[in-house]
């Protein structure tokens, strides 16, 4: 059989009657809806002059036509690429230009500041808005549902997604057929994901969460999700009494607790929790199964290899780690100098090997062998632990270590106790240029809402929790830590706004 992702989505629908997707406006898709219209819109993508092997880009808001766009590029044997929706004309044009895609997809509302970017990359124009409403849409309605579905092996190129690019330029990530699906099986798998599952979707659809985790493990499971536009508090609590599973970052569930409705009760008939694309915090962990008596099940991915690790679904759920790896996937804690393999509890450079794997970077021959050993193994650039029993503990970027006076800090390790501390909301930890030291420990701190602190107030209770040379030279506090759509804190923004600090 034909390893194309959509043929083996097909291969294991067993009900076609079965719903796939439920809209808040009342649209119901069943698998052999899906299918049929992911053949209209492989029909439409053909017309338009879209071949096996290219790639068909796509800014566009969440709808269900934006998920049948992405079924039916593959489907039709070309590439997939979402782009996040924050990203301007100038930040398009370097990922259509590197991308060249045969059909770019967009906003009609972004359509003028977009034609010329699509023009200089020869890329034909159509748009499609969070209605599911635009040209490309009406380019759909003229296409018949029969389309036969592309051959591809399992080393061909699926999806071709560009990582978020906070230290120099954005790489493209290529994902084949057979990493995309390995992956969500593996996941169906170490999650106990079955047909009867109705997941709550409000992850955003341009990223590896939302996309690959979220949307193809309840696919390929023959679940149900409803697809929320964006994140919504009061909806998700509407639709936790006939739902099983919430995926989200760890945003989601700080809010979520931020709520009355939070409750045991309210949460009983939820199967899964599921945390991932930034860390959760500790403390975070800890209120929500005081609170609901669920354990979040927090995990390990990214861009280049999707899921790696995951806490287990039976057995404990560790705050603080993302758990062991998933079925198939091997990791392994190096020294970032030689490459040698650690003993468990050391802290080094984590490194995967897997059929999660990418292929490589799209164009970029040296970066891709810089980061992809012979061996198969890929350095994350994420520095991280395995203790005792397994469990993997992300501690840090590499780029994120602080070298002060010679000795190396992580950031992370600051960051817990700082965040236990009365008053403080979180916390985020860097390393600054410093004439002395090299670089100085500065610790950037939210204050919870009318809590009055000072620098003092958080030197002190450090003191006698943490070695001399990694306590914080300076405090310094913010409104808001800059993150990304994922929720990540985005470190390089706060290292250049406090850049001139010990100067």
């Known amino acids: 059989m034909s390893a194309n992702l959509f043929d083996i989505?097909?291969?294991?629908?067993?009900?076609?009657?079965?719903?796939?997707?439920?809209?808040?406006?009342?649209q119901r898709i069943s698998y052999a809806d899906l299918v049929a219209r992911a053949g209209r819109m492989a029909n439409a993508l053909a017309g338009l002059g879209v071949k096996p092997g290219d790639r068909v880009a796509a800014q566009v808001e969440k709808s269900v036509e934006a998920i049948i766009l992405y079924l039916g590029t593959v489907r039709a044997g070309a590439i997939f690429l979402p782009l996040n929706t924050g990203y301007t004309a100038t930040e398009i044009d370097y990922f259509v230009g590197d991308a060249t895609p045969a059909v770019f997809v967009c906003d009609p509302s972004r359509q003028d500041d977009l034609q010329a970017v699509a023009d200089r990359a020869g890329a034909r124009l159509v748009t499609?808005?969070?209605a599911g409403k635009g040209s490309l849409t009406d380019a759909v309605a003229a296409?018949?549902?029969?389309?036969?579905?592309?051959?591809?092996?399992?080393?061909?190129?699926?999806?071709?997604?560009?990582?978020?690019?906070?230290?120099?330029?954005?790489?493209g990530a290529m994902l084949t057929h057979g990493n995309l699906v390995s992956n969500t099986l593996a996941l169906i798998e170490a999650w106990r994901y079955s047909a009867s599952d109705v997941l709550i979707h409000a992850l955003p659809i341009f990223h590896t969460h939302g996309l690959f985790v979220a949307t193809n493990v309840t696919l390929f499971s023959g679940a149900s999700m409803v697809f929320l536009p964006k994140f919504d508090v009061d909806r998700i609590f509407e639709l936790m009494p006939r739902a099983t599973v919430l995926m989200g970052v760890p945003t989601f569930?700080?809010?979520?607790?931020?709520d009355d409705m939070l409750t045991?009760?309210?949460?009983?008939?939820?199967?899964?929790?599921?945390?991932?694309?930034?860390?959760?915090?500790?403390?975070?962990?800890?209120?929500?199964?005081?609170?609901?008596?669920?354990?979040?099940?927090e995990r390990y991915g990214m861009t280049e290899t999707n899921m790696n690790a995951s806490n287990p679904y039976e057995g404990d759920r560790v705050a603080g780690t993302v758990g062991m790896p998933l079925p198939g996937v091997e990791i392994i804690v190096t020294d970032p100098d030689s490459g040698a393999e650690l003993p468990r509890g050391e802290i080094g450079m984590v490194e995967v090997r897997g059929p999660n794997v990418f292929k490589g970077y799209w164009q970029m021959p040296e970066k891709t062998a810089a980061e992809l050993r012979e061996n198969g193994f890929f350095i994350t650039g994420d520095l991280g632990k395995i203790d005792e029993h397994g469990y993997l503990h992300i501690v840090g970027r590499g780029k994120d270590l602080i070298i002060t006076g010679?000795?190396?800090?992580?950031?992370?390790?600051?960051?817990?106790?700082?965040?236990?501390?009365?008053?403080?909301?979180?916390?985020?930890?860097?390393?600054?240029?410093?004439?002395?030291?090299?670089?100085?420990v500065t610790a950037v701190v939210v204050a919870q809402k009318g809590a009055d602190l000072s620098e003092a107030d958080v030197l002190a209770p450090l003191e006698a929790r943490l070695a001399k040379f990694k306590l914080p030279k300076r405090v310094m506090f913010v409104e808001e830590l800059p993150r990304n759509t994922m929720g990540k804190v985005q470190k390089n923004m706060l290292r250049d706004r406090f850049a001139d600090l010990y100067r």
């Not at 989505?9 to 009342?26: H, Q, W």
């Not at 569930?253 to 931020?258: A, D, F, G, K, N």
């Not at 309210?266 to 929500?288: I, Q, Y």
């Open 406 to 440: 010679g000795y190396n800090v992580y950031p992370i390790e600051i960051e817990a106790e700082i965040d236990e501390l009365p008053g403080v909301n979180e916390s985020a930890v860097i390393g600054l240029p410093h004439r002395d030291f090299g670089e100085g």
């Open 128 to 130: 499609l808005d969070a």
């Open 9 to 26: 989505l097909v291969s294991r629908i067993a009900d076609p009657a079965a719903l796939a997707i439920e809209t808040l406006d009342g």
């Open 143 to 171: 296409e018949g549902e029969i389309f036969a579905t592309v051959p591809r092996e399992a080393d061909d190129l699926a999806a071709l997604l560009y990582t978020s690019g906070t230290t120099g330029r954005s790489k």
């Open 264 to 297: 045991a009760e309210n949460t009983s008939k939820m199967r899964l929790f599921v945390s991932g694309s930034a860390p959760l915090l500790a403390e975070t962990h800890r209120e929500w199964e005081a609170r609901t008596g669920h354990a979040i099940l």
């Open 253 to 258: 569930y700080v809010r979520l607790l931020q």
